[in-house]
């Protein structure tokens, strides 16, 4: 769930370097909300290219970083800006593998930031290193992403083939958006790439190219402008010559040559987007095929409200922020039943308003929830307090407010999924191990994948947490994984990955190797990809 950002100007001297670093700046800052571990900007020009990471968020960028930017913009005229925000999905969070991921042979070197993860790249680093191909510091998926991209460009020297190639290899492992740079002696390449699992939009302001993970990202930037933020299309592949002096079949900055890998490639070659973006990742007020978010998160309210509608006299709250959307659609849904409640948005206030990322480690999660939060449940006046979540992952929340409730004096309390019982491993989306999972370590899946109501049970019976001791006495109630596949349906396109909730995955990753989607086997088979079987993997 990173963040990625990139800005592609015609060089010359109409554009404002220190303009467009800031505004590159400021995207990475606004996109905050899909990481926090660190941050990364690479800025190049004809001299060639200056990197920078720090940890925290975009706006923490050390002084002596952002003056080496500042004067690597202006030394000659600006070709492109590369922008990541991370979240540590594969890597510990270190500030060697914070993107842009680096890879380097002699004076030939890729350079990306990703979003998503693709698993099984033990083979690509390893060749990688035979080739004596330099990976830098950073142990990530991402920097083997980067030197298996430099080690089939190394083989072809053509970036299209270099491109379709690695899109080949890596499709079916997993997901990813790619923001890149290829630079081989005299020639450079900027390029993109979607498989269509998470997000990627652009928008031309001038003769400046913006691209981002989400529109919300890009308001700013377009705010005033006629230009419309597109989507790049999932399957897209785009590339475009950095190099005035070049003559061919590439066209220069910001014009691109886009590849459909549905076309290029056989089979099936673009995913459905991962549901789990709709549900929490992306901001409310971004737009995913023509919708808002937050339009989309208020059915999934309402579809939950059609599950367990409030009984007479309930007091309704929600979690926010990532609640609040789905909360309205659930007082919608109630009140267009002529159901009796009333809302308390008083009950659960946050205290900080940007989404803080739950580090490792309990006794962080639990000094960061009594510090982001105020429970006043006094404020129900005894009625029985309904909180609508957005979804239930690791239950650290759950058990922070019902141990604080019954702690203030509160009683008859209903927490409310938004979305279904999470029970499948993913690091491309919700980055979550079977072992982390609250559901799965109270029931067996296939006993939860029978009814929710199984689990349901079991959580009001109670629960250990390790930090807020026995929760029990509360009501959990989840919407159904039907009601939710039939807002997907009506919002999403292509082959939906909802793994997370329903073990049906649009990739090959370890939960489901022994039974990978069919499309994903078709693919293989036509396009001769190997399917893993290293016992490292």
Same mark, same amino acid.
């Given at each position: 769930?990173?963040?990625?950002?990139?800005?592609?100007?015609?060089?010359?001297?109409?554009?404002?370097?220190?303009?467009?670093?800031?505004?590159?700046?400021?995207?990475?800052?606004?996109?905050?909300?899909?990481?926090?571990?660190?941050?990364?900007?690479?800025?190049?020009?004809?001299?060639?290219?200056?990197?920078?990471?720090?940890?925290?968020?975009?706006?923490?960028?050390?002084?002596?970083?952002?003056?080496?930017?500042?004067?690597?913009?202006?030394?000659?005229?600006?070709?492109?800006?590369?922008?990541?925000?991370?979240?540590?999905?594969?890597?510990?969070?270190?500030?060697?593998?914070?993107?842009?991921?680096?890879?380097?042979?002699?004076?030939?070197?890729?350079?990306?930031?990703?979003?998503?993860?693709?698993?099984?790249?033990?083979?690509?680093?390893?060749?990688?290193?035979?080739?004596?191909?330099?990976?830098?510091?950073?142990?990530?998926?991402?920097?083997?992403?980067?030197?298996?991209?430099?080690?089939?460009?190394?083989?072809?020297?053509?970036?299209?083939?270099?491109?379709?190639?690695?899109?080949?290899?890596?499709?079916?492992?997993?997901?990813?958006?790619?923001?890149?740079?290829?630079?081989?002696?005299?020639?450079?390449?900027?390029?993109?790439?979607?498989?269509?699992?998470?997000?990627?939009?652009?928008?031309?302001?001038?003769?400046?190219?913006?691209?981002?993970?989400?529109?919300?990202?890009?308001?700013?930037?377009?705010?005033?402008?006629?230009?419309?933020?597109?989507?790049?299309?999932?399957?897209?592949?785009?590339?475009?010559?950095?190099?005035?002096?070049?003559?061919?079949?590439?066209?220069?900055?910001?014009?691109?040559?886009?590849?459909?890998?549905?076309?290029?490639?056989?089979?099936?070659?673009?995913?459905?987007?991962?549901?789990?973006?709709?549900?929490?990742?992306?901001?409310?007020?971004?737009?995913?095929?023509?919708?808002?978010?937050?339009?989309?998160?208020?059915?999934?309210?309402?579809?939950?409200?059609?599950?367990?509608?409030?009984?007479?006299?309930?007091?309704?709250?929600?979690? $926010?922020?990532?609640? *609040?959307?789905?909360?309205?659609?659930?007082? !919608? %849904? =109630?009140?267009? /039943? +002529?159901?009796?409640?009333?809302?308390?948005?008083?009950?659960?206030?946050?205290?900080?308003?940007?989404?803080?990322?739950?580090?490792?480690?309990?006794?962080?999660?639990?000094?960061?929830?009594?510090?982001?939060?105020?429970?006043?449940?006094?404020?129900?006046?005894?009625?029985?307090?309904?909180?609508?979540?957005?979804?239930?992952?690791?239950?650290?929340?759950?058990?922070?407010?019902?141990?604080?409730?019954?702690?203030?004096?509160?009683?008859?309390?209903?927490?409310?999924?938004?979305?279904?019982?999470?029970?499948?491993?993913?690091?491309?989306?919700?980055?979550?191990?079977?072992?982390?999972?609250?559901?799965?370590?109270?029931? $067996?899946?296939?006993? *939860?994948?029978?009814?929710?109501?199984?689990? !349901? %049970? =079991?959580?009001? /019976? +109670?629960?250990?947490?390790?930090?807020?001791?026995?929760?029990?006495?509360?009501?959990?109630?989840?919407?159904?994984?039907?009601?939710?596949?039939?807002?997907?349906?009506?919002?999403?396109?292509?082959?939906?990955?909802?793994?997370?909730?329903?073990?049906?995955?649009?990739?090959?990753?370890?939960?489901?190797?022994?039974?990978?989607?069919?499309?994903?086997?078709?693919?293989?088979?036509?396009?001769?990809?190997?399917?893993?079987?290293?016992?490292?993997?």
């Amino acid at each position: 769930m990173c963040g990625v950002v990139g800005v592609l100007p015609v060089a010359d001297r109409s554009n404002d370097p220190l303009s467009l670093l800031d505004r590159a700046l400021a995207i990475l800052d606004q996109s905050r909300n899909r990481g926090s571990n660190g941050t990364g900007i690479l800025v190049r020009n004809s001299v060639g290219i200056c990197s920078q990471r720090w940890l925290g968020a975009g706006k923490k960028i050390p002084a002596n970083s952002y003056h080496r930017l500042q004067r690597w913009a202006t030394k000659s005229p600006l070709d492109l800006i590369l922008g990541h925000v991370r979240y540590a999905t594969v890597g510990k969070a270190s500030i060697e593998n914070v993107h842009p991921a680096i890879a380097s042979q002699g004076k030939v070197r890729v350079a990306i930031v990703m979003n998503g993860e693709v698993s099984f790249t033990t083979a690509w680093w390893q060749e990688a290193l035979r080739r004596g191909i330099d990976l830098g510091a950073a142990h990530t998926d991402s920097a083997a992403c980067a030197g298996h991209i430099l080690s089939r460009y190394l083989e072809e020297r053509d970036p299209r083939a270099a491109l379709i190639s690695f899109y080949r290899e890596a499709f079916p492992f997993g997901g990813f958006t790619i923001l890149g740079l290829i630079e081989d002696e005299d020639r450079a390449y900027f390029f993109y790439l979607r498989d269509g699992l998470h997000p990627l939009h652009r928008v031309k302001i001038g003769s400046t190219w913006f691209f981002a993970s989400e529109t919300a990202h890009l308001g700013e930037v377009s705010a005033g402008h006629e230009e419309r933020i597109r989507s790049v299309p999932a399957g897209e592949i785009g590339i475009c010559s950095l190099t005035r002096h070049e003559r061919g079949a590439l066209p220069q900055a910001p014009d691109f040559l886009t590849l459909d890998m549905n076309k290029e490639l056989g089979g099936t070659s673009s995913k459905g987007m991962c549901a789990f973006e709709l549900a929490y990742f992306q901001r409310p007020d971004s737009l995913v095929h023509g919708r808002t978010i937050a339009s989309v998160r208020k059915e999934f309210g309402r579809a939950l409200c059609q599950d367990h509608p409030p009984l007479a006299g309930s007091v309704i709250t929600s979690v $926010p922020r990532s609640g *609040i959307s789905a909360s309205q659609g659930y007082v !919608e %849904e =109630a009140r267009a /039943r +002529g159901l009796d409640m009333e809302m308390a948005s008083d009950i659960l206030q946050l205290n900080d308003e940007k989404r803080s990322f739950l580090e490792n480690g309990p006794e962080e999660i639990a000094r960061r929830l009594q510090r982001k939060f105020s429970l006043a449940p006094k404020r129900a006046q005894g009625k029985r307090a309904l909180v609508v979540d957005d979804s239930i992952v690791r239950g650290n929340l759950s058990a922070w407010l019902a141990s604080a409730w019954h702690r203030q004096g509160g009683n008859g309390l209903s927490i409310l999924s938004a979305w279904p019982p999470i029970i499948g491993p993913c690091r491309a989306g919700v980055d979550i191990h079977s072992s982390d999972l609250l559901a799965v370590k109270l029931l $067996p899946v296939n006993e *939860i994948l029978r009814e929710n109501s199984r689990l !349901e %049970e =079991a959580l009001h /019976r +109670g629960f250990y947490h390790s930090q807020f001791g026995r929760v029990e006495g509360v009501e959990f109630r989840y919407v159904s994984r039907e009601r939710i596949h039939s807002v997907l349906g009506h919002v999403l396109e292509g082959k939906i990955c909802t793994g997370c909730f329903d073990l049906h995955y649009n990739y090959i990753h370890h939960g489901n190797r022994q039974r990978p989607p069919e499309f994903l086997v078709r693919y293989m088979n036509e396009n001769g990809v190997a399917f893993p079987g290293t016992k490292e993997d």
